[in-house]
């Protein structure tokens, strides 16, 4: 918890109120973007992004599976966080493993819709090898790093950033005679085939703080906050999931304009978002 003195409440609460926050940005003005591709050469894609002084990294890993009786034509993705103990002095010790399951559990919803697979902002069924006998199993890994608020967006953003990243090794199968054989399967080390992340989407979280909401909240703001509402949106503008904490109750017609609100936000991250990936890339090749 952050530690703020009654005045220090006053000048946040204040600024919020008037439209010009602590930093110098205005309620709907997102902190400076950075991101970094590959960086983690052991894994299939990774990516670290800074938004401000908060810093995230996520790599993705992808292994050879067997899809799941019920979902014979899906392949598999877990998605778990972890935060540093460096990260905040409230992750000291113990302090951490709360909010990253709650972090995790956040993303496993805005990205993998339903225990079905329904919604999946992932497309699962790209994943089949082989339907019912060999799929991709995606193990998805995001770190807290540093933390000054925000969590859950950067994550997600830097979740999609390492998909888009990711290289999915070309398999090729040769069934047994019986048509109940296990497929033989020659993985290539040097063919990859690119992963769509065109239906990933971004997270916008909106957080209320006295009568006014704000985007990119840092750990100050979010401390003066009485409910936050994160919504994902993909590229095309459709809400793929909502998220709230906080113990305050919020009216109807708040939360429509909230999701509204987040929906036009979003086409400016994707923008931002987007020039970063191009810019991590360029870097890469030279």
Same mark, same amino acid.
């Given at each position: ?60 890993? !992808? ?92 994550? !997600?953003? !830097? ?124 870097? !890469?090749?030279?």
């Amino acid at each position: 918890m952050v530690g703020l003195s009654e005045g220090e409440k006053h000048f946040i609460c204040g600024g919020i109120a008037q439209d010009l926050r602590a930093d110098g940005r205005t309620r709907l003005q997102f902190r400076a973007l950075t991101v970094e591709t590959g960086i983690i050469p052991q894994a299939n894609g990774s990516a670290r992004v800074r938004m401000g002084a908060t810093e995230v990294i996520a790599s993705v890993k !992808a292994e050879l599976g067997k899809p799941t009786i019920l979902h014979p034509d899906k392949g598999k993705v877990s998605i778990y966080v972890d935060c540093s103990p460096t990260a905040a002095p409230m992750f000291e010790g113990r302090g951490s493993e709360e909010l990253s399951a709650e972090l995790s559990v956040a993303l496993q919803r805005c990205l993998l819709g339903g225990k079905s697979g329904a919604g999946a902002a992932i497309d699962l069924s790209s994943l089949i090898v082989v339907e019912g006998k060999a799929c991709w199993d995606l193990y998805i890994d995001g770190l807290v790093v540093s933390s000054d608020g925000n969590l859950l967006d950067a994550l !997600a953003a !830097a979740i999609k950033v390492a998909l888009s990243d990711t290289g999915i090794p070309k398999v090729n199968v040769s069934l047994n005679a019986e048509m109940d054989g296990e497929p033989e399967v020659d993985i290539s080390d040097e063919e990859f085939l690119q992963f769509d992340t065109s239906g990933v989407p971004v997270i916008i979280t909106l957080t209320k703080v006295g009568k006014h909401y704000i985007v990119d909240a840092t750990s100050e703001e979010e401390s003066q906050m009485s409910s936050a509402v994160s919504v994902s949106v993909n590229s095309h503008g459709q809400i793929c999931g909502l998220t709230k904490r906080g113990g305050a109750g919020l009216d109807p017609s708040v939360i429509f304009d909230m999701i509204s609100v987040a929906k036009n936000v979003s086409q400016r991250f994707y923008t931002l978002l987007e020039s970063e990936i191009a810019a991590a890339e360029a870097a !890469a090749d030279e």
